[in-house]
């Protein structure tokens, strides 16, 4: 049974919650099919996650393979393929709790990077688990910045091979998946070297482990790097490489190829090698952080209907925490740019279909923009999302910091998209970069993506909303968006001008600039987000109930990032301190409208008890009962500590029995 | 050896590191004590945390146990005493990784709260080790708001006991450490009723284990609550009562009685009863938050100048990490604010032992100011120190993530203390309710302490500093904070009168000012801090080069506030847009002069390699070496996972043996 304070939250929803799911799907069809898998995923005992949280690393890592090859199964059974719209639905399900991820940017690899017989080689023997693939990129001592990777690979014309070498410790590599106790193969990066030359970093495939009985190869050492914040089932790996010999033919070389007589020869871009990477950018920010982020507001929203504090009037009962404006401020927000990241994620994906289409046919002209794009949305979409987990987690109080809760490991494992395919600083700097010289370009008259030449239209103004009705109108927050983007971004291409002028050298004052310069371009992806969503909810034809509350997400989306960026746009007087208090009011007058739905539009996620894992966000609101029936689950509550023999039993035994 | 790029950082320290650790520690003896302290600590191999990050959450607890226990044999042997000095540098010896925390807070909550007769049963007892206390006010579905607890102590007055209940599973006492596992008693926090009439929450010890063979005593229910995102050397536990019957004598009476009659007897203020929170609550700010955020701080300092990336001029080599601003920008305002908060702490002991004298002497009056600081401060100190350690670890890149980086495990538990010992919005919502009451007696004219004389004291104004030097002087930066916080406080006070003089409820009103009432309290708090640092940095006598530092610190921890907080500052017009850009120019240039002590400044803080336990925060810097190292002790790396036999040789072993 519902509990009755989450059931009356369901009873009063202004529109159609099934409605609202299957346009989040993209259309009915889609809905059938995500649930039909997720249903054949959770009705299969080998992907139950029922005991997660109790396992150890070795039993995760255990587990995480039996799923992967369980899966391998399924997916022939099912007529599920690894190309169609079903992979994201089984890693949904799975909750990404697998193994052999990193073997699948192995395949992706060889496909983007791989000549057509490369592909026809080992593509059929990868997708049949007839060898664990692996991508060891990054090394101890190297991470984003790829041209200063320290493998070696020497062309040995006489043998017509390729040798492969770790020169030193900080040239180990380092973190790859899969690698530390699954793979036999990997994509290894390395500097390619021929006749004594240089030709910086390509992909080479080099086999680890025996087929036969998995042992090491000769001049290979690799294990496990041991414990992390998360990601349990994945064997981040080392490699050491001492003398390892590939073929000629194992260098990746739809681009560049090396020739029998060593000759180099290059087809187009040497950024396509890092393309897999772009690939797996725009991939992971729907499944590793948006997913994830819209179960944390699922949890902590469903929760706060349930959980009672205190009174808010005097005589009454302890009112549900969703009713107290700090509360609502909390979470309600973190809810607006679940939705407004699902929508900036098609976005994203549009832009990649058209430069794919563009790259296939070997121009790659498009490839800067999708690239400074892939970086800065990558970087903002994942930092916004891990403080708004966080902040999910710390709003369900105490419970929300027991592993029960399902809040802990979400956490987790989204922090970790910060960090993993591009560190965010790094990845906003390139987007920085891109926008500067647009604003240049922009400026000088150039033509500029269409994206971008807001740019070169700053000038100073002020914001026209009189009251605060008028900053619910998007023209007048969007407007506020462009506006403060194109100013930090033409306030520090003016600074590094300045002190270029004054004598500094280029690189230095590009470091002198570069807090603002993240600044600027998270500002540009900022405005890009609130002016898609204003756009999507412009565009949106469906019920009136759904366009309405939409409209009032989008507003609280946009009106929330001013409130808490209010310098940024109150700097140049754009928006005055009298209009930052309409702006404050009119943004805490939405709380308290999407407060009624908050139940409903998280319900329209559509995730099922078993996919949240979470004995605080159930669909039926039984949490405490919950809690403590999986806590009986515990390994502590199985059996005595032996502590109690040897340490307590001593102290404890002299005193007297009763007191 | 050192890593040569560590080594070169103590060159050039401005100041002697010795001299400062010795001035943080509070002069020479202090520095001399903590040190033999932490050696003797060190010295014995059951205190070693060597593999502590591959321990299972059980293991954890059986040598937290086995800890506890030989401490207790250890301060013996030593002359250590639990009341002493001491037992500050042990806890930051053993790193908080030890069982029995709650068993201290038994005890200090019998210290506080029983006569002298109770104190005389029970203490010695409990520091004997011949019983093992808890603390069990928590409940399933109650946290902060302690009058909403729901186990009942009915008063039988024919057998002179108290009869405890749980009425419903939200009742269930949750959370309390060492109960789980270890406890035989505790102190339950209960409504008591006589007669019918209910008098609120008081403490009750009641036993819940046998101290023959720890089996769980007659109507009791108890185990352990699961797992966590930290502590798993703590059990924490739930406990349901069923009629549970304890001696008249086992409620806690230095404050409150209930005679043999049935008659119940107040001395002094009910809220004594949570008098044991606040003690817990300012003694935690040092021990669990202050501590871990200067460890932080030292292994992403060290790990920054040592790690090198990307180049930072064309033809040189790759450069270290902190000569980027943007890291610069990342790690020094945490520095700055570990130093900001260990004055802040001397503040508020202070604080706390003047108003400990009063109340001995049953003088209550003082006891709100320091409820409303204790709250404010543990609120504002854990929650910048939370986000502080967040961001250390992020500036790590990938390794941050590696558990071996000791920066996990930090974070994982200073999160904790935004939650424990009162949530922190609560917390600052009660600090605003002092300071709105203390604004409205200021402008009335009526005394108020004289921490808060600074509210009736606001007034329009402009900053008078005409250039980016001038907001180097404290007296413009204090004054610019003391501006912002009366206006905050002011304007959300002028905002609740206005809301109820136009009709709407109190209540209601209060809730609809939350939002800014809370942030007006972490403003307050805020400026005190910033005060408190310049005027301690006024005060120094010591070395001037300690001087010198000490004064960038200050200006770096203030700048940085205003600059991360820019609205609050431009909103009236206090700070024009100009003044933002000198501030900004101030903040960036302070910077790059403080990046040149960055490491003498965390090696003052004096810990040792064992109590860091990071690969990346060595001494010596060896980080690369010291991560390959660690990893091999990973269980993963000792045997081959069954996984392989049972799923993976059946898939490979069809697989050519070369490819």
Chains 1, 2 share one sequence.
Not at 378 to 395: F, P
Request: aromatic content about 10%; glycine content about 6%; proline content about 4%.
């Amino acid at each position: 049974s519902v509990n009755p304070d989450l059931a009356s939250e369901r009873q009063t929803a202004s529109f159609s919650v099934e409605k609202l799911t299957v346009w989040l799907d993209g259309g009915e069809e889609h809905t059938q099919k995500r649930r039909a898998v997720v249903e054949a995923i959770e009705r299969d005992p080998v992907f139950s996650r029922e005991n997660q949280y109790f396992q150890s690393q070795n039993e995760r890592y255990e587990a995480a393979v039996r799923k992967a090859v369980h899966l391998q199964k399924k997916m022939h059974e099912m007529g599920w393929t690894e190309s169609g719209p079903e992979f994201k639905y089984i890693y949904r399900a799975v909750s990404g709790d697998i193994a052999f991820l990193l073997h699948r940017i192995f395949i992706r690899s060889i496909s983007v990077l791989g000549s057509d017989k490369q592909i026809a080689k080992w593509i059929p023997l990868a997708t049949q688990h007839k060898l664990i693939g692996s991508y060891a990129q990054t090394e101890l001592g190297h991470g984003t910045y790829l041209q200063g990777l320290e493998t070696t690979a020497v062309f040995d014309i006489t043998t017509q091979e390729f040798i492969l070498n770790t020169p030193k410790i900080s040239a180990m590599k380092w973190w790859p998946g899969d690698m530390g106790r699954s793979a036999t193969h990997t994509v290894v990066f390395a500097q390619l070297y021929i006749n004594g030359k240089c030709y910086g970093v390509h992909p080479f495939i080099v086999q680890i482990r025996s087929l036969r009985d998995h042992s090491l190869c000769p001049g290979i050492t690799a294990g496990d790097i041991g414990p992390k914040m998360n990601f349990e089932n994945v064997d981040n790996g080392y490699l050491m490489l001492q003398n390892v010999r590939v073929p000629r033919e194992n260098m990746l070389n739809k681009f560049c190829e090396v020739q029998p007589d060593g000759t180099y020869v290059r087809q187009g871009s040497q950024k396509i090698n890092y393309f897999t990477m772009t690939t797996v950018r725009i991939s992971l920010i729907s499944d590793e952080v948006i997913i994830p982020l819209m179960k944390a507001c699922t949890i902590a929203i469903r929760y706060s209907v349930v959980r009672r504090q205190s009174k808010l009037k005097p005589g009454e009962q302890e009112a549900k925490i969703l009713d107290y404006q700090t509360q609502q401020e909390k979470l309600l927000p973190q809810l607006a740019t679940a939705y407004a990241f699902h929508f900036i994620n098609d976005y994203l994906q549009e832009l990649f279909n058209r430069v794919y289409r563009e790259i296939r046919k070997k121009n790659f002209n498009t490839l800067p923009e999708l690239h400074a794009f892939s970086s800065g949305f990558k970087a903002m979409v994942t930092q916004y999302s891990t403080s708004a987990v966080q902040i999910c987690l710390q709003a369900c109080g105490g419970h929300g910091y027991s592993s029960l809760s399902g809040l802990p490991s979400l956490y987790t494992r989204i922090i970790a998209s910060c960090i993993y395919e591009g560190e965010n600083t790094i990845l906003l700097l390139q987007t920085a970069r891109f926008l500067i010289k647009c604003f240049r370009a922009a400026s000088a008259g150039q033509p500029v993506p269409p994206s971008v030449t807001y740019l070169a239209a700053v000038k100073p103004g002020k914001c026209p909303a009189k009251n605060k009705l008028e900053f619910l109108s998007p023209n007048i927050y969007t407007e506020a968006y462009q506006h403060m983007a194109a100013r930090l971004v033409s306030s520090t291409a003016a600074k590094l001008q300045d002190l270029i002028q004054s004598g500094v050298k280029k690189h230095d004052a590009w470091n002198q600039c570069t807090v603002q310069l993240a600044q600027a371009a998270k500002a540009h992806c900022h405005y890009i987000t609130v002016k898609n969503f204003a756009e999507t909810v412009e565009k949106l034809k469906t019920e009136a109930g759904i366009q309405k509350i939409m409209k009032h997400l989008c507003d609280l989306f946009a009106l929330h990032g001013i409130f808490s960026n209010a310098g940024v746009f109150l700097h140049d007087g754009y928006v005055s301190g009298a209009q930052m208090d309409m702006i404050t009011a009119s943004y805490l007058d939405l709380l308290a409208v999407i407060r009624k739905d908050a139940v409903p539009l998280v319900d329209a996620f559509d995730f099922t008890d078993k996919s949240l894992n979470s004995a605080l966000g159930s669909y039926d609101g039984q949490v405490y009962q919950r809690l403590y029936e999986w806590a009986q689950k515990s390994p502590s509550n199985k059996q005595m500590s032996p502590a109690y023999e040897r340490y307590l039993k001593p102290l404890l035994h002299n005193t007297q029995s009763k007191l």
